[in-house]
Structure formats: C-alpha cells, structure tokens
C-alpha cells in the first residue's frame, strides 16, 4: 500500500505507520502493561518516536516480512510496517494487509476533512525527518564491506554504532544512516535520515561514494 498527497508527493511509509501507531494507542483500552509495536533498521524515526511519545514500545525486528512477523509473534506486537509498502496487524494473524491500512488511514482522513484539514495537513505533523531513497550497491565480499564502512566511520566520532541487521551509525548533527548485506545478492543497501533534506543528499553521495570505492579495494 501507497500513499500519495493530492499534489503526487509520496509519503513514507513510516509516517503511514507513524500515524496508525497513535490511532491504535489513542483509542485502546487502559492496560498495565506496554502496547508492543516493531521496526526495523529501515524504519525512520519518527515511527518509534510516536510510539514511545503515546506510550507505546517498539521492538527491532530484522528486514523482511518472515522476520517481521516472527518478532510480532514472539512479543504479541500489534502493528508493523516496513518501507517497503507492508503493514503489519495482529488483528490479522500478524500478517500484512493493505487493506486494513487504508482503512485506519482512511478512517482518520474523513475526521480531518470534516475539520477542513487535508491529507497533507495529516501528514505534516509527520514530516520531522527527510529519508533518502535506498541505495543498492554490488560487492563481492559483503562482510568485508561491512567492516570497511565501520572502520571508516568510526574514525568520524560517531555518536553511536549500533551491529543489529547490518551496522547502523548516528553521527554528531543528528543524521543518522544504515548499511546492511542484501539477504539475495552480493550487495550492501543503505539508505540515510536527516532533518534536512538537502544535507541527507549531500551525504548520502558522500557514503555512496565511499560505498563504490570499497567495490574498487574488493575488487582490486
């Protein structure tokens, strides 16, 4: 499931499920004990803000909707959502549906539009952060790309290096990117979050080229 403004501007799907966390905390009767939600290291955070803001939890899950799923069993999470336009719902067995996400989001779209607000208007409150698009970049020893990236950055006085599904790196300014293995070819993904939009470009082109360089050392 997509989404897109009136004016053709794509939505992340972690505003999406950024939004859909708070309608599920808002209304859901009193409990005692934390309402679980999960990401992944490709989820923007705005979606655990919101969820930990509204008194909610979220648990990290790896890529890919097995490994979703599982970490949404195994800790009776409520919702998920993955970059990649899936949208997880306990309510449905823990499987994605499409349909049940646009029926939260158009649930919550007529109430705006009776109080004369917009789909964009909606999202607005979201838009905290600006996502680069992922990246793919081929490599023959993926492992090797992974320690080389560490390596480098670390040398740059990260704030944080976190090893959980590939090597996450939040550095001083606030920006903050994940490199990880492609589980289906030898390939590294990344993708960088900012919030400024032209800052995360200039430096996704900073990390991508250093990202082709390393194809060169491996190769050579």
Known sequence: MAFFTADGQY?????????IAKHILQHQTHSTE???????????????QTVERYGGQCVMSRVGHAFVKE???ANNAVFSCENSGHFYFRDNFFADSGVLCCLQIVSMFSKAL???HTFMDMCSAFMVYYQTEEKVVHVPDKAKGLE?????????MPLKMEWFDGLRVTMPGGYWFTVKDSV????LKFFLEDEDKDVSEVLKFELLGLLECLVSHLLF
């Open 148 to 156: 080389i990236v560490e390596q480098v950055y670390s040398k740059k």
């Open 34 to 48: 934390a309402t679980i939600f999960v990401d992944n290291v490709f989820t923007s955070h705005i979606y655990s």
């Open 184 to 187: 289906t070819e030898d390939a």
């Open 114 to 116: 009776n109080e004369g």
């Open 71 to 73: 970490t949404m069993r």
């Open 11 to 19: 939505i992340n799907c972690s505003i999406i499920g950024a939004m």
